[in-house]
């Protein structure tokens, strides 16, 4: 069976109100709280013939929340990869969940990867700022409200260049490693990935769960783009695919618990969880 390490990276932090991830009305009137931005590293075992190294999403080059609050601690790729050994240059794959600024901003800061978006998300977003008659108010315009828009440009350029496949569904991306759609949930065409390991899939689940207790109390986050509905079954799905009682194994969108619930450490301004480690390979737990 196929072998994969995994380890989860903080980049930037922000700061929201608590409703906007726990879901109303159970996390309302209970003030801010702070959040990780996040994305993951996916790297087969040591042994394997032919090593893939794949990122999950790439975070935003800068820029302010829909808030208005300037990002705190942003670390650049180079910054973040270099702490467990990698470089921008060593991505062969990189799978957007969605695309909304803070998970696809920076998608060209890996210069040797091929570029994974679902065709459902591509297309739909793509239909929404063309119908926006004006695009100036940038995020305090709901419908782009997470959007980069001069970002998705520069996506509609790479995908000109055939540098990004539009997938359609559930495909394996690599051996053992599987993007699954979530249509119509956080956004119009969202995926989690399912990471094969001997011991039990792992699920990178993108903003298909913002935090651990979503999914734990079956409470959807009072922000979405699509579909609470469709959003609780693909919690039930993923609680079927790792287990009721391993929902450790899911890696949240953006939850400081990550980092509580599985080996980590700080390296420069944030931390690092040390997911899930293939046969053979090394720790870098300081």
Known sequence: MSDHSIWSFCYARGRLPKDFMGGCPVCSNQGMVDIPMVYSLVASAPTTAIRRVILIDCGFKSGNSMTGRKFENFETPDTVLAKIGYRPEDIDTLVLTHLHFDHAGNFDAFPNARIIVQRREFERWREVIATLPELSPGKEHW??????????????????????????????????????????????????????????????????????????????????????WNLMGTYQRLRN???????????????????????????GLNPVAEVHLAHGERSRVK
């Open 143 to 228: 419908a782009v409200s997470s959007m980069d828009v001069e970002a998705f440009k520069r996506i509609e350029k790479a995908l000109d260049q055939g540098a990004v496949d539009l997938i359609e569904g559930d495909v394996e991306i690599a051996d053992g490693i599987h993007c699954r759609l979530a249509a119509d949930t956080h956004t119009f065409g969202s995926q989690w990935v399912e990471v094969a390991t001997p011991e039990g899939p792992h699920v990178v689940a993108g903003d298909c769960v913002y935090w651990y207790s979503n999914i734990e109390r079956m409470w959807p986050p009072g922000y979405v783009q699509g579909n609470t």
């Open 241 to 267: 695919v790792v287990g009721g009682e391993r929902l450790r194994r899911i890696v949240p969108g953006h939850d400081m618990e990550i980092f509580s619930r599985h080996p980590s450490w700080t390296a």
